[in-house]
Nanobody, 127 residues
Framework: QVQLAESGGGLVQAGGSLRLSCAASGRSFINCPMGWFRQAPGKEREFVAAISWGGGMKNYGDSEKDRFTISRDNAKNTVYLQMNSLKPEDTAVYFC????????????????????WGQGTQVTVSS
């Protein structure tokens, strides 16, 4: 089992920045590729970013690649999502997720590819 807890969400003006954190506990965290997803009201959960267990491989959704940065600190069992130049359309609940399959075979953008999920943290961007 892996327990995940997101933090760092809040209310920010358009153009501002936030850094989300996802603290992991339980089974060996460093073996897990990690992902961030978001879900806006009335919409499906969508892929934001993913990172391999060592941090050397990253993948981003199309609308985030130039503004968001995913990173991880395995010594702290934590994954981060740095979000810059935020837009009102970034408003959503942000979830972190852990996969149990190797990065090479992970379908990073697929919700069903991840085994463990946090409860989410709300990000609201005002115009």
């Amino acid at each position: 089992q892996v327990q995940l807890a997101e933090s760092g969400g809040g209310l920010v003006q358009a153009g501002g920045s936030l850094r989300l954190s996802c603290a992991a506990s339980g089974r060996s965290f460093i073996n897990c590729p990690m992902g961030w997803f978001r879900q806006a009201p009335g919409k499906e959960r969508e892929f934001v970013a993913a990172i391999s267990w060592g941090g050397g491989m990253k993948n981003y959704g199309d609308s985030e690649k130039d503004r968001f940065t995913i990173s991880r600190d395995n010594a702290k069992n934590t994954v981060y999502l740095q979000m810059n130049s935020l837009k009102p359309e970034d408003t959503a609940v942000y979830f972190c997720a852990a996969a149990t399959t190797p990065w090479s075979s992970l379908r990073v953008g697929l919700v069903g590819a991840y085994t463990y999920w946090g409860q989410g943290t709300q990000v609201t961007v005002s115009s």
